[in-house]
């Protein structure tokens, strides 16, 4: 593949992010469900780390974090390398373990999901902010809410990757 | 995976590692104002988030009136009568008020005042993450919005205060985000205690009055407002109501459990206090 080829494609895969972007940031936070705000770019980064392997899931996952860390309130860095990281294993998963089709990436999601809530916990844990039944409140029904938003984000990628994905444009 | 080592992949998982702590040293070293690269994305998509809001907002009032009109007639009907009721109390407080001033010229009193300067600012989207309750603001440091501002709406309830600063954004820590700890005092028994954000409480969305003075007799409906103690926030906001009194599991203290006076999710314009004078 061209230079050229490489940055259309991943210009293409950045239009993509565009509306799951919007639609975490600005929309889903009006309308919760229960008081439950869907949490989408770790399902993006999965969906696109399970089509296009580990090297491109890192690089995806770092620009999903590094978004996701300047453009939401309260970022301290820390999910850049986390969904870097996360790229990598989910692509590696994916082409070793899983398959590249929705059920890997509905595993992947759930992973990478459970993770962060797991983190989250943890961390409410450390600073005392309150029992973990209270903090579980929250983790339980915002992965299940965001693992329900899987199909949707896999469709959306699964398209933009049917037309410029893997060596398609080469 | 050969082709993640082949490519690099480690290096990639490095910069991302460097970025990380990057990013975590500048939002340490940088407090209440945003760092530059937070700066420049929330500045480039403040136009779109302030679309957004403006086209949800617009389509809700349309929902609104297309399928809750009978709702929003009652609830007219309700505001009229309690404006005549209002406007009555205010004939009165008219009078209370030149009497007191009087009172006060006679005894040579310095009269109570309260200047607050305010700027008016749009609610451009609310909090992104289950864990935090925020509001991103548009107005920022190219209008004098500083971090620790407190954010008030057109009737004087707090709403939060300002946690970051950008260009032209803001984000606020409503008074429900666990960070909370403002002065507050109860009106009616002068009971003083700390606001306090609850982590619990945030997902009701409401907060505690912690501290609260031995045998301070409070009864659900006392309206809380903020204390001033300290003078970092202005005094006589409205916070909210008591909803309870509990004592905490050690058994050594009582709280009460505070429902704010303002609704967080029907919010659309606020008042960003940036300056204030209360003579009591």
Redesign the interface.
Known sequence: MTRRDLIQKWLTYGLGLLPVWLADAYILPRYPLWGVTPMLLPLAAAAVAVLEGAYAGTGFGLAVGLLWELAYPGGFGGLVFFLALAGMVMGAVSQYALSQSFPGCLICAAGVLGLLGLLRVARGLLINAAPLHQLLQVAVPEFLWSLAWTPLVWLLFRAIYNRVGGTRLA | ?K??FR?N?IL??V???L???????I??VMGGTADP??N???TV?SP??GG??AA?DWVEGAYNYVFRYNELEEELNTLRSRVGELEEQVRQGEEASRENEQLRDLLEFQSRRRELTTAPAKV?????????S?L?LSKGSAHDVQAGDCVITQTGALVGVV??VGLNWS?VSTVIN?DTEIGGIVTRTYSAGVLEG???LM?EGKLKLNYLPEGAQLVSGDEVLTSGRGDMFPSGLLVGRVEGVFTDPSGQTRYAVVEPSVTL?ELIEVFVIQDFEIVE
């Open positions: 995976m082709d993640f490519q992949g990639l998982l910069i991302a590692l970025l990380s702590i990057l990013i975590g040293i939002s340490y690269l937070t420049l994305v929330n998509s779109v988030r957004i809001a949800a451009t989207a609310r909090s992104t993450s289950n864990w935090e925020t991103t946690s970051e984000t666990t609850d982590f619990a997902n999710d």
